[in-house]
């Protein structure tokens, strides 16, 4: 599994012209919020996406070397298969190592179930969607987790 985490002010993302999930970190009294991309390969699990999303909400990369935890900050999840692209050979990405939908999408949901368990607000892209992401990155900070 591989999560690309932002550092943002704000973020949504907009399926059809509907904004689906989003994140105010302001609204909430937090400086900050996460927007998390998440990459499901062929080997992850549950227990794969629960150690990830622990280890993203207690991630020192807000105001003062602070986490997500310590200052109650909003979490945006997003599928995001294209994190196992292989650009290795040619000039059109394998996915390939990318996990296929029904493997992917109950882990990407594990992930962000993780993250509420934890205390963490979470809202959420639409998994096989075309999504519209956007953001402002504050720093901007980002940063890979894998496991």
């Excluded at 012209?17 to 900050?32: F, K, L, N, Q």
């Excluded at 990459?39 to 909400?57: I, M, N, Q, R, Y």
């Excluded at 298969?81 to 882990?107: C, H, M, N, Q, V």
Aim: overall charge negative.
């Amino acid at each position: 599994m591989r999560v690309l985490v932002q550092r943002v002010k704000s973020a949504q993302v907009v399926v059809d012209d509907e904004v689906v999930g989003r994140i105010d970190p302001a609204a909430s009294g937090a400086p900050h919020g996460l927007l998390a991309l998440v990459g499901v390969t062929h080997d992850d699990t549950p227990a794969t996406a629960k150690s990830l999303a622990d280890k993203l909400f207690r991630l020192r990369i807000l105001d003062g070397q602070r986490s997500a935890a310590d200052l109650n900050a909003p979490v945006l999840v997003v599928s995001q298969f294209t994190l196992y692209a292989d650009t290795a050979k040619g000039r059109r990405p394998s996915w390939s190592a990318a996990a296929p939908g029904p493997i992917a999408e109950p882990l990407v949901e594990a992930f962000a179930t993780a993250l509420r368990d934890l205390g963490a607000t979470v809202a959420t892209g639409r998994f096989g969607a075309h999504m519209e992401v956007s953001l402002i990155n504050d720093g901007p900070v980002t940063i890979l987790l894998e496991q």
